[in-house]
DNA sequence: AATATTGTTGCGACTATGTTGCAATAGTAC
DNA sequence: GTACTATTGCAACATAGTCGCAACAATATT
C-alpha cells in the first residue's frame, strides 16, 4: 500500500502537530466537521503504523494518540511513559525513556506505560 | 458499603486463585455459567476497589484482573510491569517494582505497564 | 490531457466491552 | 424470626472502535 496525500491527512496531523498533549479521536472530532469518524480513526492508524505517531492506552481503555520524536516505521523508541491527570484528563508524554529488561526467551514489541494521578496544576488547586 | 460473604464472590476468587495468569471477564465467564455477566463485572470491580486484585488495560483496551500479593485497600503497591504475549495472549504480572519518578507537582494514584510481545512458549516456536 | 489504477473516504451497520436502573433475592445483625 | 440493606439477574444502555462497500480522488501511465 502506497499512501497518499489527502486533505484529511493533512489536516489531522496538523491538529495533533498544534497540541502540546497526547489526544484523543474525540478531540481531534471535535475540532473538525467534515471528516468521517471512520476516515479519522483509519488515519490515526495509519500514522501509528508509519512511525508517525503513537497510541496510548488510557486508564478506560480509550485510545490516545501523540506525533513521535524521533521514531521511524521500524525503528520505534516508545519506551516512555505518560501521564494521565485524574481531574483534567490531559495525557503527557514523560521525556525520560525507561529501561526495560525482560526475562530470557521474551521479545518486546511494545509497551505501554501510564501513570494516572493529578499534575502539577490539578494537584495544588 | 459492608461488604457480604457470597457464593458469587467466593466462585470467583477461586477462580482468580487457581490461575497462574491475570484474566479477562471472559475467561472468567467461560468458567461459570450461572452468575450474570454485570454480576461478575461489580464483583471484580469490588475486589479492585477493596485491594483483592489488580487490574491490567491492555492494549485492545481489555481488562484483566490479578490478585494482589502484598495489597490492602489503603496501601497498594502495583508498581510492577505486565507483559501480553501477542501469541497466546496471556497477561503476567512481572516481580519487580518499577521505579517511578515524577516532575514536582504531580502525584501518582495508579500505575498501568504493560509490554506486548511474545512470551518465551511463543517466542522460540 | 485523458485514462487507468488503486488508495481513500463516507456511510451505515456492526462488534466488543463494560455500565446502570430497578425489582427481586439473600446475607447479616439484632 | 425480623429488619435492614448489600447483592443479584435482567434488560437496556453507553462508548469506542471496526468493517464492507460503493463513490471518489490522488497518482502513475499513456
Ligand atoms: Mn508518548
Ligand atoms: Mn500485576
Ligand atoms: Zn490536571
Ligand atoms: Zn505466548
Do not use: W
Not at 48 to 57: L, Q, S, Y
Amino acid at each position: 500500500m502506497k499512501r497518499r496525500k489527502t486533505p484529511s491527512k493533512e489536516k489531522i496531523l496538523a491538529i495533533l502537530k498544534s497540541q502540546d498533549y497526547a489526544t484523543s479521536h474525540e478531540k481531534i472530532a471535535n475540532q473538525i466537521d467534515d471528516i468521517n469518524r471512520a476516515t479519522i480513526y483509519r488515519i490515526l492508524n495509519q500514522f501509528c503504523e508509519d512511525g508517525i505517531a503513537h497510541r496510548i492506552i488510557a486508564e478506560n481503555g480509550k485510545q490516545f494518540f501523540a506525533l513521535c520524536k524521533d521514531c521511524e516505521a521500524e525503528e520505534h523508541h516508545h519506551n516512555h511513559l505518560h501521564f494521565q491527570c485524574n481531574t483534567c484528563e490531559k495525557v503527557e508524554c514523560f521525556e525520560s525513556e525507561i529501561n526495560i529488561s525482560l526475562p530470557n526467551g521474551y521479545v518486546i514489541e511494545n509497551f505501554n506505560g501510564l501513570i494516572n494521578g493529578f499534575c502539577n496544576l490539578c494537584s495544588s488547586a
